[in-house]
């Protein structure tokens, strides 16, 4: 049986206590390890191309640190492309930082005492198997996506049923971990984050379960909902347009899902996949959609299939099909997975990466991965063929 099987089967006895509804024992916890942690400095990881949910919860946690003496970085080895995210940093002063692997001016592992996974488990960051090689322990994870692999930390505050990590950081703030400060400038500004990575991650609180409406609402004592409304009127880039008029003309629907591979994409435009998606999926006669694409980063040294599913099938579990769809590494851990109504996938490209000046080649390759992709999607979706009928 695979690692994460053991995990999501048979959990550690403190990530099962921890998992129970409420935050009185995962917030005793957190206080237990933040106090036994005094003085450190920690760094905190996020996924390569972290969202609102993401970047919010890990201000929160930074601010809350600081109260116990705890200096912590926040690092993402990918890039903002996304237009509310490059809003949402900048008009709040979010202290996220892009950790360059190409480039030797960046910190040293050394100064940390230990690092922090928030909303997500390592296995979507490439700075995971750096602080690992380093020697530096993993103290603390919060998510709230499954299961990804097996874990190993003081503290494992993993809560699949919670829709928003941003939701379990507000709890920690509900709880007294930190008081917040109408008066403070920085304290106002992570709450409008925290708003915001909350109604990112429900589809505005459509999606939202009681938790989550509990945690808004002590957020709107906070929050200031002209800065929240700026971030959310960022303006669409051409190149973000582009794709989407791509993900139309390249569509194939089946069985109501709508499948798309939209080529080629750079690095910093990553993030227009999944708008890609959030747009395919409003068509009419359409529940669920799908759209890929091949991203190489700005050296052109590093390619992977990168892939967004967003779906109003409320019978659809995202996690259970993108895992059934595109399986496991060999080291057990899945290329990707899901939460409510949404997920996403990752598949490094390996020996066939490179971005050539050769058009001939370049087409062949992206024939032979979309090809693939929309095998593996399509004999899910299929019910003459499929393992998993989304009907």
């Not at 505050?157 to 400038?185: C, F, K, M, W």
């Not at 390249?250 to 109501?256: A, D, H």
């Not at 359409?286 to 990168?306: F, Q």
């Not at 019978?315 to 990707?336: C, S, V």
């Amino acid at each position: 049986m695979a690692n994460n099987q053991l995990v999501a089967d048979s959990p550690k006895p403190e990530a099962g206590l921890l998992e129970r509804r409420g935050s009185e024992q995962p917030t005793r916890a957190l206080e237990r390890m933040l106090e036994a942690h005094a003085g450190d400095r920690q760094i905190i990881l996020l996924q390569d191309f972290p969202d609102p949910d993401a970047l919010s919860s890990a201000w929160t946690y930074e601010l809350i640190a600081k109260d116990y003496d705890i200096t912590c970085d926040i690092f993402y080895a990918g890039t903002l492309s996304h237009q509310e995210n490059v809003a949402l940093v900048k008009l709040t002063g979010l202290p996220a930082r892009r950790w360059n692997l190409q480039s030797n001016d960046n910190p040293d592992f050394a100064k940390y005492q230990g690092y922090v996974l928030i909303d997500n488990q390592g296995t979507t960051s490439q700075l995971t198997p750096l602080v690992k090689a380093a020697g530096v322990p993993l103290v603390l994870v919060i998510d709230h996506h499954a299961y990804q692999t097996k874990l190993e930390a003081e503290v494992l505050d993993v809560r699949p049923h919670i829709r928003a990590t941003a939701t379990i950081l507000t709890q920690y703030l509900q709880a007294g971990l930190l008081e917040l400060d109408r008066s403070n400038s920085r304290h106002v500004k992570c709450a409008t984050a925290l708003m915001h990575g909350l109604r990112s991650d429900t589809n505005h609180l459509m999606h939202a379960a009681e938790d989550d409406f509990l945690a808004a609402a002590y957020l709107s004592r906070y929050y200031d909902a002209q800065l929240l409304s700026a971030v959310l009127q960022a303006s669409r880039s051409k190149r973000v347009m582009d794709v989407i008029e791509r993900s139309l003309r390249n569509r194939k629907i089946e069985n109501s899902v709508s499948i798309a591979g939209v080529g080629y994409l750079r690095y910093e435009d990553r993030d227009a996949i999944p708008q890609a998606a959030d747009f395919l999926v409003t068509e009419e006669n359409v529940h669920t959609a799908v759209v890929y694409g091949i991203v190489h980063d700005e050296d052109e040294e590093r390619e992977v299939v990168i892939g967004s599913l967003r779906t109003s099938k409320i019978t659809l579990d995202p996690d259970e099909f993108i895992k059934e769809a595109f399986g496991q590494d060999n080291q057990g851990r899945f290329f990707g997975g899901g939460r409510s109504m949404a997920g996403g996938f990752e598949i490094p490209i390996g020996f066939l990466s490179g971005f050539y000046e050769n058009s001939d080649y370049n087409r062949l390759k992206w024939e032979v991965f979309d090809t693939q992709v929309k095998q593996k999607l399509l004999r899910l979706i299929n019910p003459e063929d499929g393992v998993l009928n989304t009907d």
